[in-house]
């Protein structure tokens, strides 16, 4: 019996999951494991309302659960990373989900900006570290609000945390491709210290993996073989900021935010899953959200939890409602609504 823990979020975000979890429910009778979902009223409104963002309860609660399946995060009238950092990265760093795993895939039948490419050339992986970096929150302010004001924000990157994000990326790529390859996404020409040790540890774990091909690029480059080349990738591994930049661009090469879903993975541990776009709050209650996103993130959180054949089967519907359906994969432009998509991946399972 898996328990599931339900927090639709911001905007968008409840549209989002109803659909995700109308897929699961679909996968569950389909597959025949067992589900039971707590649903969580985390996010703006909560927030507007009683000043609450995470609950140490609440905390603890998911802490108990096998998984958590994320809508949006992002409120029109919450300053700008109050949620963000109060509710997603502590979630992040409270539970310990040190890989953001996103898979960037074009579906036959999607049409992607990059011409000339097609399906076979748009299938890799992107092993984002989510515990450091840029985003551990170090730093500070001097003389705040003054004309000699300075700030200061440093990137964190331990041994141990860059170690098990590139194990968790040699792993994957050598239990789950088979092209086997790991780009390393750094900037060892700038920054001399971070991406020293990244690439110290990546070469020194490598031969643990020799079915694994090692290559490095730096970030820029790879924003441009992503747009020029994007077949030359497998599986990318990067720190947390050029993760965060290159799988915005990656969302965009493989049909848009309609489509991209990530985990935030700690393996064996409860993990959390979500649709890599935010909570569109223009298109809130209006029925033209694209579900595919949260459907996708429902299917790698089956995976996580050892459910591969109904992960597969989600995957596989997904992909055919793509190319049999919709006409296109943007919010309003699907030729159907949010919930006639939830039903034709239903279906199709
Ligand atoms: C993402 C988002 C978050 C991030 C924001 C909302 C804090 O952009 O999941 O990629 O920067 O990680
Ligand atoms: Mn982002």
Same mark, same amino acid.
Not at 9 to 34: C, H, I, R, S, W
Not at 95 to 110: A, I, Q, S
Not at 263 to 281: K, Y
Not at 325 to 349: F, R
């Given at each position: 019996?898996?328990?599931?823990?339900?927090?639709?979020?911001?905007?968008?975000?409840?549209?989002?999951?109803?659909?995700?979890?109308?897929?699961?429910?679909?996968?569950?009778?389909?597959?025949?494991?067992?589900?039971?979902?707590?649903?969580?009223?985390?996010?703006?409104?909560?927030?507007?309302?009683?000043?609450?963002?995470?609950?140490?309860?609440?905390?603890?609660?998911?802490?108990?659960?096998?998984?958590?399946?994320?809508?949006?995060?992002?409120?029109?009238?919450?300053?700008?990373?109050?949620?963000?950092?109060?509710?997603?990265?502590?979630?992040?760093?409270?539970?310990?989900?040190?890989?953001?795993?996103?898979?960037?895939?074009?579906?036959?039948?999607?049409?992607?900006?990059?011409? +000339?490419?097609?399906?076979? $050339? *748009?299938?890799?992986?992107?092993?984002?570290?989510?515990?450091? /970096?840029?985003?551990?929150? =170090? @730093?500070?302010?001097?003389?705040?609000?003054?004309?000699?004001?300075?700030?200061?924000?440093?990137?964190?990157?331990?041994?141990?945390?860059?170690?098990?994000?590139?194990?968790?990326?040699?792993?994957?790529?050598?239990?789950?491709?088979?092209?086997?390859?790991?780009?390393?996404?750094?900037?060892?020409?700038?920054?001399?210290?971070?991406?020293?040790?990244?690439?110290?540890?990546?070469?020194?774990?490598?031969?643990?993996?020799?079915?694994?091909?090692?290559?490095?690029?730096?970030?820029?480059?790879?924003?441009?073989?992503?747009?020029?080349?994007?077949?030359?990738?497998?599986?990318?591994?990067? +720190?947390?900021?050029?993760? $965060? *930049?290159?799988?915005?661009?990656?969302?965009?090469?493989?049909? /848009?935010?309609?489509?991209? =879903? @990530?985990?935030?993975?700690?393996?064996?541990?409860?993990?959390?899953?979500?649709?890599?776009?935010?909570?569109?709050?223009?298109?809130?209650?209006?029925?033209?959200?694209?579900?595919?996103?949260?459907?996708?993130?429902?299917?790698?959180?089956?995976?996580?939890?050892?459910?591969?054949?109904?992960?597969?089967?989600?995957?596989?519907?997904?992909?055919?409602?793509?190319?049999?359906?919709?006409?296109?994969?943007?919010?309003?432009?699907?030729?159907?609504?949010?919930?006639?998509?939830?039903?034709?991946?239903?279906?199709?399972?």
């Amino acid at each position: 019996m898996y328990k599931i823990a339900v927090l639709p979020g911001d905007g968008t975000g409840l549209e989002q999951v109803t659909e995700g979890l109308k897929v699961l429910e679909a996968a569950k009778n389909k597959f025949g494991f067992k589900m039971e979902t707590v649903h969580y009223d985390l996010g703006g409104e909560r927030y507007l309302r009683s000043g609450d963002i995470l609950p140490e309860s609440v905390l603890e609660e998911l802490k108990q659960c096998d998984a958590i399946f994320l809508g949006a995060i992002g409120h029109p009238d919450v300053k700008p990373g109050i949620l963000e950092k109060g509710l997603l990265l502590q979630l992040r760093f409270q539970l310990d989900l040190y890989v953001n795993l996103r898979p960037v895939k074009l579906f036959p039948g999607v049409s992607t900006p990059l011409k +000339d490419k097609g399906p076979q $050339d *748009i299938d890799f992986v992107v092993v984002r570290e989510n515990t450091e /970096g840029l985003y551990a929150g =170090a @730093g500070g302010f001097l003389r705040k609000g003054t004309a000699q004001e300075v700030a200061v924000q440093e990137s964190v990157n331990t041994r141990f945390g860059v170690e098990r994000c590139l194990r968790y990326a040699f792993e994957y790529c050598r239990n789950k491709r088979t092209r086997r390859k790991l780009t390393l996404c750094g900037k060892t020409n700038v920054l001399t210290y971070a991406f020293d040790l990244w690439e110290r540890a990546f070469h020194e774990l490598g031969p643990e993996y020799p079915e694994v091909e090692r290559d490095y690029a730096h970030v820029d480059a790879i924003s441009m073989w992503m747009v020029k080349n994007p077949e030359w990738f497998d599986v990318i591994v990067t +720190d947390n900021l050029f993760g $965060d *930049i290159i799988t915005d661009l990656g969302a965009m090469i493989q049909g /848009g935010m309609g489509i991209a =879903a @990530g985990g935030n993975i700690h393996p064996g541990q409860v993990s959390m899953f979500e649709p890599i776009g935010g909570s569109a709050p223009k298109y809130t209650g209006k029925g033209v959200i694209n579900p595919l996103a949260s459907i996708c993130a429902g299917a790698m959180m089956l995976d996580h939890l050892g459910e591969t054949a109904a992960a597969k089967c989600i995957e596989n519907a997904v992909a055919k409602v793509c190319k049999e359906k919709l006409k296109s994969l943007n919010a309003g432009q699907m030729g159907y609504s949010t919930s006639e998509v939830g039903d034709l991946v239903a279906k199709m399972l």
